[in-house]
């Protein structure tokens, strides 16, 4: 299992490749999907997770939306993973309207600022067997495709916003940067 990179990792500022049609379908696709979901269950404060993150320069994220929302539990379950595969995404729609959105990223840790993001955004992608679907979001579903797209990209959100702050999470302070 691969470990997520951290700032400075040149694979994070370059451009990812498309996935091949010919890998759509074949082991090495499901292998590198079933790596990202288990790396991205390693952190239980991520929601989703771009290949370029584990040092695999291809168009591929993950999200795991049950954890776009806090569970509502007396007994504080958790609900199952319920997961999202994007094989070389394009963002083919948004909003015009955008609002500022906290955003943080597994790959530079503890880091946390305000970015300006689209409120909807719809996605084109594929699934691991070559078929193409649509997905539209709106809210922090939508702030996940445009971060992850950035990722793809090599854009990280730090690249967004002069208003970054690091939370201690020994203390849970926060701290101007």
């Known amino acids: ?5 951290q700032v400075g990792d040149e694979v994070l500022r370059k451009i990812a490749k498309p996935v091949p049609q010919d890998m759509f379908n074949t082991k090495e696709l499901k292998d590198i999907v079933d790596n990202m979901l288990q790396v991205l269950d390693t952190q239980p404060d991520g929601v989703a997770l771009a290949a370029p ?11 795991r939306y049950d954890r776009l929302v806090t569970p509502v539990s007396d007994d504080d379950t958790v609900p199952d993973p319920s ?4 094989i070389n995404p394009k963002i083919i729609r948004t909003a015009r ?10 790959s530079v840790r503890d ?19 070559g078929v193409a679907f649509r997905r539209d979001g709106g809210g922090i579903l939508a702030q996940v495709f445009q971060h992850e797209v950035d ?11 002069d208003e970054l702050y690091r939370i201690n999470r020994d203390d849970n302070t926060i701290h101007h940067e």
């Open 97 to 106: 309207k955008s609002e500022k959105m906290e955003e943080g990223c597994l």
């Open 111 to 129: 880091i946390y600022g305000m970015v300006r993001r689209l409120n909807r955004a719809t996605i084109l992608a594929h699934t691991i067997e």
């Open 83 to 86: 997961i999202g595969i994007f």
């Open 1 to 5: 299992m691969n470990t997520i990179i």
């Open 53 to 63: 993150q584990i040092s695999i320069s291809y168009r591929i994220f993950v999200v």
């Open 151 to 161: 990722h793809l990209d090599g854009i990280l959100f730090i690249d967004h916003t």
